[in-house]
């Protein structure tokens, strides 16, 4: 079993950047994909981006394409999503989870979900 902690979110101005970490415990990353989801009020959680369990592969949703970067440190236990280029749209409340691989980014096919950590884009 793995327990997930996010951590990074705050206050930015639009076109800022923020870097989000997903530490785990309980059990060594290397053993899950990760994929980073977020929420907005009254809206669905929605895949962000998924990396796979060796970092060989990653994939995001269009509309953070050429912004975000995901990337994992296996031996540190964390997986980091880099935000660039910060919109408004992008506000909300952002989860990492595992699965087997990155194949889906579904929410509803994830597990392990972190506690989430805001991030606001605001001027």
């Known amino acids: 079993q793995v327990q997930l902690v996010e951590s990074g979110g705050g206050l930015v101005q639009p076109g800022g950047s923020l870097r989000l970490s997903c530490a785990a415990s309980?059990?060594?990353?290397?053993?899950?994909?990760i994929g980073w989801f977020r929420q907005a009020p009254g809206k669905e959680r929605e895949g962000v981006s998924c990396?796979?369990?060796?970092?060989?592969?990653?994939y995001y949703t269009d509309s953070v394409k050429g912004r975000f970067t995901i990337s994992r440190d296996n031996a540190k236990n964390t997986v980091y999503l880099q935000m660039n280029s910060l919109k408004p749209g992008d506000t909300g409340v952002y989860y990492c989870?595992?699965?087997?691989?990155?194949?889906?980014?579904?929410?509803?096919?994830?597990?392990?979900w972190g506690q989430g950590t805001q991030v606001t884009v605001s001027s």
């Open positions: 990396i796979s369990t060796s970092g060989s592969s990653t």
């Open positions: 989870a595992g699965r087997h691989s990155c194949s889906s980014l579904a929410a509803p096919d994830y597990t392990s």
């Open positions: 309980g059990s060594t990353l290397d053993y899950y994909a």
